[in-house]
Structure formats: C-alpha cells, structure tokens
C-alpha cells in the first residue's frame, strides 16, 4: 500500500488500516481488481507443541502454516476413504450383502479362496493379493463365521472382512505327529518328577533337615544364579524356603542372609564428576541452541568455549 499500489474507489490508498466495505467499495491491485470469495473456511486446528502461532516466522522457525494442507479445495484421501468405509460399514449393519453395498459407494470386492491360516489354498497354492497380507489373514482367522470385522487401515487404504464360512481343521494322522507326541510327553513326565523331588527336598528343609549336595554362594542382583533365582532371592525376605521353577529345572531355594553393598567411594566420586560433565554439557547444547535460534549468525566457537569455561 505504501508504494501507491492500492486503490479504493478509484483513489489512491497508501495508509496501512485502511478499512472498505467489500458490499460497496471496489479495490484494486496494480489495475486488476480484488475479488472475495463468497465462503470462508474456517480451520479448527490442535496445535503441537513447538509450533508458533503465524503464517511465517522471520528465524525460519516452525508455524502452524506447515500443518495446513497447500489446497484446501481438494478433499483429503484419508478421510474420504475412512468415510466410504463407514458408509460401507453401515451398510453391512442393515443387512445389505457385502457386494451390493461395495457397488454402491464404488468400492472395490473381492472373494478371496478358502484358505488355511498361512494363507495357502487346499492344493497348496499361496494366495496372492495386493492388499490382504499376513496382518489381515489373522484378522479374519479371528473372526467368526458369518461375521464381518471392524474398519481395518492398511497401506492401501481402509478394509472391512467378512468370513463366509468356517471349516474345523483336519486331525493329523497319528504317525505323523508319533515322534513329537512322545518327546513331548517325555519332557512332560521328566518335568513332573523333577518338581516332586523339589517338594520333597523343600518338606525335608521346612522340617529342619539339611539338603544333600546343596550349594551355598553368595549372588548379586545380575549374577551367581539363574535370572529366576535371583529374582526370587531379592524378592523375599530372609529365612524363605521355597521352590523356583526355570526353563528347565526346579531349584529349592533358601535365604539365609543379606548382606548390604559397601560403598565404593572412588566409583561414586567418578559417577558424580561424570554426571557434572554431563549436565555441563547439555546446559551448553541448550545454550549454543538457543542463540542459533535467537540471533542466527555464525558464533565465534572459541569465544563461545572461553565464555562456558570449556
């Protein structure tokens, strides 16, 4: 306005705040003139954290302008695919056929083969799809017959899966499955034994008795035992008799003292001056940082250094 560029009803404009009527004034740009919209759009927006409150920023730093789509005339893909989804989705609730209801909001269907649930098809032939991956083969699995799913997202956009019928798996034949059974039931049975010697050890601890073979050391929180041991022995308080299963093996577990950690003065000497430094550090980081933003011209390093005491 000031360079003589702006006319309002033919006059000249040059005074910043200058107000016109948009019903009755007409105003002009270098000769052409400037026309409003009859609608306004209004933006709702949640702003986050480190974001200024402008449309531009001198310091080059972060606004609310960078969150707002460039043409707002055009409809955003996630939400109208989100919203045929629902409108798919209501659909399929008033009992409308899944392809029918596809059909109307133009999306598309597809029937996919019976299946197992590493998606391959009674002959052994895999099932290729460019949307329905692993993720969605156990959504369906998870699905009762008859039932459709809720609004799934995908890289592709939004699903909905319907199982139209169920077939229970087929027994495996005995000697298919013989070796497994039987290594099974083996570990089963050593297992079962192993903790009824436990029990039994632990009944002769209660009563005052002394283990066979037992093993007395002295653990820390991470070592000298099993994790589970461990857990156990720090968990409970002295005099605890008690059994601790493993991964492979039950342990009769007796607390019989605790001892505190002595103080290494060195070691917490050096930790302090490790965690000063560190502090110092990040103080200076937040500092250089914030002169970068503040006032953004090259700094003098060696100045900067001498001034923090490096």
């Not at 960078?66 to 045929?84: A, F, H, I, Q, R």
């Not at 632990?202 to 002394?210: E, F, R, Y």
């Not at 930790?271 to 502090?279: K, S, T």
Request: hydrophobic share 40%.
């Amino acid at each position: 306005m000031t360079a003589g560029r702006v006319r309002v009803n033919g006059v000249v404009a040059t005074e910043l705040g200058t107000k016109v009527d948009p019903a009755r004034d007409v105003v002009m740009v270098d000769e052409h003139e400037v026309m409003l919209r009859d609608e306004a759009t209004y933006l709702v927006l949640n702003k986050p954290c480190g974001y200024l409150t402008t449309m531009s920023d001198p310091y080059n730093r972060s606004t609310v302008a960078e969150l707002v789509p460039t043409k707002m005339e055009t409809p955003d893909s996630y939400d109208t695919g989100y919203k045929n989804a629902q409108k798919l989705e209501d659909a399929l609730i008033g009992g409308e056929p899944m392809a029918q209801a596809a059909k109307k909001i133009n999306a598309k269907f597809v029937a996919l083969p019976a299946m197992n649930a590493m998606m391959k098809t009674s002959s052994g032939a895999n099932v290729s799809d460019a949307v329905f991956d692993a993720k969605l083969a156990a959504n369906a699995f998870a699905l009762d017959q008859g039932i459709e799913s809720q609004i799934l997202e995908t890289k592709s956009g939004f699903v909905i899966l319907r199982v139209d019928l169920v077939e229970p798996s087929h027994l495996a034949d005995f000697e298919s499955v013989k070796k497994e059974v039987t290594e099974q039931w083996r570990k089963d049975e050593q297992k079962k034994q192993a903790y009824a010697r436990a029990n039994e050890l632990l009944i002769k601890l209660n009563a005052g008795g002394a283990l066979g073979g037992a093993k007395s050391v002295t653990v820390g929180r991470a070592d000298g035992a099993p994790m589970e041991v461990l857990a156990a022995a720090f968990a409970n308080p002295v005099g605890t008799k008690t059994i601790v299963p493993t991964g492979n093996a039950f342990y009769v577990l007796n607390v019989k003292k605790s001892i505190a950690p002595g103080v290494d003065s060195a070691k917490r000497m050096a930790l302090g001056g490790e965690a000063n430094a560190m502090i110092t550090r990040m103080i200076a980081d937040d500092y250089m940082s914030f002169l970068t933003r503040q006032y953004p011209i090259k700094i003098n390093e060696k100045v900067y250094k001498r001034l923090i005491g490096e």
